[in-house]
């Protein structure tokens, strides 16, 4: 299976930049996509960016295209989502995840990381 540890996320006021990142680790050999998706309380989780294994076909929601870069550091088994220009409405967990076959849905998740951005 596929472990996936996200991390960085942190308080921040409206307007600033946060980096989060995530760890993957295992049989990683057969992940296809990977993405970020983030959840408020009180609502449905939703879509945020998504990549492939080998860093191509970025894939952004229209709430954070221009704002949000989503990369990958094979080295180190690494995707990251650079946020910026951050809004209230960005606060959420947001969760790492991974599928083995594109469009076939996400099989493995992370354990999220918190973010909150300030007024």
């Known amino acids: 299976q596929v472990q996936l540890v996200e991390s960085g996320g942190g308080l921040v006021q409206a307007g600033g930049s946060l980096r989060l990142s995530c760890a993957a680790s295992?049989?990683?050999?057969?992940?296809?996509?990977m993405g970020w998706f983030r959840q408020i309380p009180g609502k449905e989780r939703e879509f945020v960016a998504r990549i492939t294994w080998s860093g191509g076909s970025p894939t952004y929601a229209d709430s954070v295209k221009g704002r949000f870069t989503i990369s990958r550091v094979n080295a180190k088994n690494t995707m990251y989502l650079e946020m910026n220009s951050l809004k209230p409405e960005d606060t959420a967990v947001y969760y790492c995840?991974?599928?083995?076959?594109?469009?076939?849905?996400?099989?493995?998740w992370g354990q999220g990381t918190q973010v909150t951005v300030s007024s």
């Open positions: 995840a991974a599928e083995d076959v594109p469009f076939g849905g996400y099989n493995y």
């Open positions: 295992g049989r990683t050999f057969n992940i296809a996509t």
